[in-house]
């Protein structure tokens, strides 16, 4: 069986395990704090980052999108209609180009800020950075967020999923980001029903389930967290 | 014939002209100052970043990461020996592991800040971000190269190229960014005599030439810039 090297609150962790039960898979799940750059785990990923897909055979995956590329060449063929990367070259840019957006460009820009100030630091020592929340990135990711969430919007105005005509790595990787936001209140649905109606769809999928459940010890989740017609 | 849409001193679209270069392709290159976010190449790239490769098709691909995904399984079984991807599950992981240290974690931690603030703040007006350089932000970056650095020289230690026997997307990323800060005198060769040789070597290929005729307007490269022994 296979291992995740996760967090339960890092968004990219989040978006491996919402891929890995899309695909069936049920890996053993080993919890990190990549704060404490732990020495066995910086053996098997030396940018010291979750998460880490173990195989059996001991070969070691990190980070998401290469998680992601991993899975679609060992696994993607044997999904046929819930491949999570689609086949044609024009479809497989479009979800990258959208994977990359919500990977590096919404976590530089609202979750790094806001899960790192207002979740990692509560558990992190002063060595490691620990303290209380620096509220000038609080205030630049919720400005940000809602610009992100207006493209989504504009995207499901146009679109089934928010990469063409199927579910695939783009919706699992922006509703894995989100979800991290939604549990600190932070995203404001009622800026665009658009894309509230893209997530409660894509949060009411089993595969969300047992993130839902997850919880920051000390520190409840906004009410509608966790409520599939929120 | 395609079109990529560069700037000369982005690392992301300098990887680009590499990959292209070593495929034997020749693109017409048109250069795109990002921070001015021109309406027509917004379309293209609503992200606002470069590089974006577009087909003669009018396919564009935006991303230096997406592009390389997208090169290799458009052009990359054609290269056979000279692929830039290798074709084994492990050795795939491992290329991409260390393409994405390099345009992501050496970018936000090195060539991020010394490229934004050296070069690219000189360029923008004030209302885009320009202004004199935030000497923390090159202070941070010229104390992250030097553990990027020795990570270089640990890993040529063992091994022929920076990902494995062969030159990959790993080595053409790593050279793209240090060749940045290398035009700007950062780069502390001296600390690390097994990374200089690596990138002596990369630097001397027909593909760096172009880049190495590269000048920021009214700021010369550092003396060794160009020079194949430095």
Redesign the interface.
């Known amino acids: 069986m296979a291992t995740l090297h996760h967090s339960p609150f890092c968004p990219h962790s989040r978006f491996i395990r919402l891929v890995l039960a899309e695909m069936g898979m049920e890996p053993s799940l080993l919890e990190e704090r990549p704060w404490e750059r732990r020495d066995a785990f910086l053996i098997i990923n ?2 010291g980052t979750t998460p880490v897909l173990v195989e059996q055979s001991g ?1 070691a ?3 998401a ?2 998680i992601a ?2 899975l679609d ?2 696994r993607g063929l044997g999904l046929s209609g819930r491949r999570l990367l689609p086949e044609t ?2 479809a ?2 479009e979800v ?2 959208l994977l ?2 919500f990977l ?2 919404f976590d ?1 820009e609202v979750t790094g800020y806001l899960v790192t100030e207002k979740i990692f630091k509560r558990f992190m020592n002063s060595a490691a950075g620990g303290g209380p929340p620096d509220m000038n990135a609080i205030r630049a990711a919720r400005t940000n967020v809602r610009y992100h969430l207006k ?1 989504i919007g504009y995207l499901m105005s146009r679109r089934k999923w928010i990469a063409g005509d199927h579910l695939t790595y783009a919706d699992l990787a922006a509703a894995a980001h989100l979800s991290c936001v939604d549990y600190l209140g932070d995203v404001p649905w009622d800026e665009d029903e658009t894309a509230r109606d893209w997530y409660a769809r894509v949060k009411s999928r089993p595969c969300f389930r047992t993130l839902l459940a997850d919880r920051v010890p000390g520190m409840a989740p906004a009410d509608h967290y966790a409520d599939l017609d929120f």
Request: net charge positive; no cysteine.
């Open positions: 030396p940018a070969l995956v990190p980070g999108g290469i590329e991993y060449e060992t070259t024009a497989r840019v990258r180009r990359d957006w590096v460009k530089a493209y």
